[in-house]
């Protein structure tokens, strides 16, 4: 006997048992990202590697340790996406879809990055995205956060703050770099290996540091608030103004830098206390260098990625019921001839009522092991068919949820007896 595959490290199957809530958070994306006049954009999962060199940076988790690269045939070095900025980024350039000026965006899909797996954390995983180009105001920046909000509401979930802070022009950034690397420069011995090996190349990133004696130099660390240029400082209460308005309640985090290069001013991240340590759902900024910087025209733009995976598990966590998409109805025959008409009754069924979800029995059986099949489906109802039935011209029905006798129906009456029981039904939980 041969040994069996494993799945790579990292990579998970999404069960047909889980696929409801996926089902259910990609449908209420698109509706919401619709609301909002947002347009779905689906680009490639693989993409030049030295695209996201450029746009993320050289001295991020990303580009150092989490890429999955390799050489195609000793061609092109390839790298798969591990996140959707850049090649979004990317492919408005490459389709001369700035010419117009604006832009809003979304997609949805596959992101690969080569972390220590950990329960909310894969090296395959999925992320909505959000995007927008050639807007320069906060107000975009308002839309993008209402828009996220209104996602997390829709769906029904809760105990998700919202933190921000903004990281200034480039100039600032790179005025508050200096302080840092100043200011971590006299603690260096004392830094863990990661921080120190930042210092020097990203200085910003030792403030996100998890080490404990790390934590305690950062908290003695020159805030950026302090280094913020005017128009990005206004900017930033104009965009806190905004979000007073519309109701939504924020927490302003001096400590919120962002591991990527690209972003300039706002950043932002919807934070949980339901998942643990990967407790970010959320996270998103403003990028007003990145167009210019792979070789677009100056551009600015602001955009997020939620994780699909969390967002799964809070949708379980918070037990939140999401909208059954099994059978409701189970076709039961038994003999060949039933078997036909029930083939072709079934057929006839999806044929009248497009929206009907049934299930015909496959592979045989003796009534007893057919109700069995029918119950563990999650069917509501099954429809019987017997050479009895088939003689009468009939299909006996019954109800198997409820306790009621199993009561018999002309064959050319099934379609609109279903039609009066499950309009009943979605009439009653609706
Ligand atoms: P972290 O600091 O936790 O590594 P990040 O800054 O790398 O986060 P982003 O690049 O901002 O994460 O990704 C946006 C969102 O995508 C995250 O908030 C998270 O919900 C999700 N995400 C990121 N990496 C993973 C992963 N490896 N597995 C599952 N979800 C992820
Ligand atoms: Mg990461």
């Not at 580009?63 to 790298?79: A, L, P, R």
């Not at 603690?187 to 090996?197: A, V």
């Not at 099949?373 to 429809?383: E, F, L, M, P, V």
């Not at 039935?389 to 007896?417: F, H, M, N, Y």
Request: net charge neutral.
């Amino acid at each position: 006997m041969s040994t069996i595959i494993e799945p790579l490290r990292g990579v998970h199957d999404i069960l047909p048992a889980q696929a409801a809530a996926w089902r259910f958070l990609e449908q209420t994306t698109r509706e919401v990202f619709a609301a909002y006049g947002y347009e779905e954009f689906r680009v490639p999962i693989i993409e030049q590697t030295q695209l996201f060199k450029r746009s993320i940076g050289d001295f991020t988790d990303i580009v150092e340790k989490e890429m999955f690269s390799f050489v195609d045939q000793g061609e092109d070095h390839i790298t798969l996406r591990p996140e959707a900025t850049a090649g979004i980024a990317r492919a408005v350039i490459s389709n001369g879809m700035l010419r117009t000026g604006r832009l809003r965006v979304w997609c949805m899909g596959p992101m690969f990055r080569r972390e220590r797996p950990q329960a909310g954390r894969y090296r395959q995983f999925h992320q909505i995205d959000a995007e927008a180009f050639g807007f320069e105001g906060p107000d975009i920046d308002a839309e993008m956060i209402l828009l996220s909000a209104r996602l997390l509401r829709r769906l029904g979930l809760s105990r998700i703050k919202l933190h921000l802070n903004s990281l200034g022009t480039p100039a600032a950034r790179a005025a508050y770099r200096e302080r840092l690397v100043a200011y971590f420069s006299t603690y260096e011995s004392q830094l863990d290996e990661d921080s120190r090996r930042r210092l020097h190349g990203n200085p910003l990133r030792i403030l996100d540091s998890k080490h404990p004696d790390t934590q305690r130099i950062v908290a003695g660390a020159p805030h950026l608030a302090d280094s913020l240029d005017p128009e990005s400082k206004t900017h930033f209460e104009t965009l806190c103004g905004h979000l007073r308005a519309a109701g939504i309640e924020y927490h302003v985090d001096q400590r919120l830098v962002r591991g990527l290069d690209y972003y300039t001013r706002t950043v932002f991240e919807w934070i949980t206390d339901s998942l643990g340590s990967q407790s970010t759902v959320c996270a998103g900024g403003r990028y007003d260098g990145l167009v210019a910087q792979l070789g677009g025209a100056p551009t600015p733009g602001i955009g997020w990625a939620m994780g699909q995976e969390r967002i799964v598990m809070l949708l379980e966590k918070q037990g939140r019921i999401v909208p059954a998409d099994g059978p409701q109805v189970y076709l039961i025959a038994s003999g060949e001839r039933a078997q036909r008409a029930g083939l072709e009754l079934a057929e006839r069924l999806r044929e009248a009522r497009p929206d009907l979800r049934l299930q015909v029995n496959m592979g045989g059986g003796n009534f007893k092991a057919q109700f069995k099949r029918a119950d563990k489906s999650g069917a509501r109802y099954a429809i019987v068919l017997g050479d009895d039935e088939v003689a009468r011209g009939t299909v006996s029905w019954k109800d198997l949820r409820g306790g009621q006798a199993q009561q018999e129906c002309a064959i050319d009456r099934v379609a609109e007896r279903i039609g009066v029981l499950l309009g009943n039904e979605q009439a009653n939980t609706g």
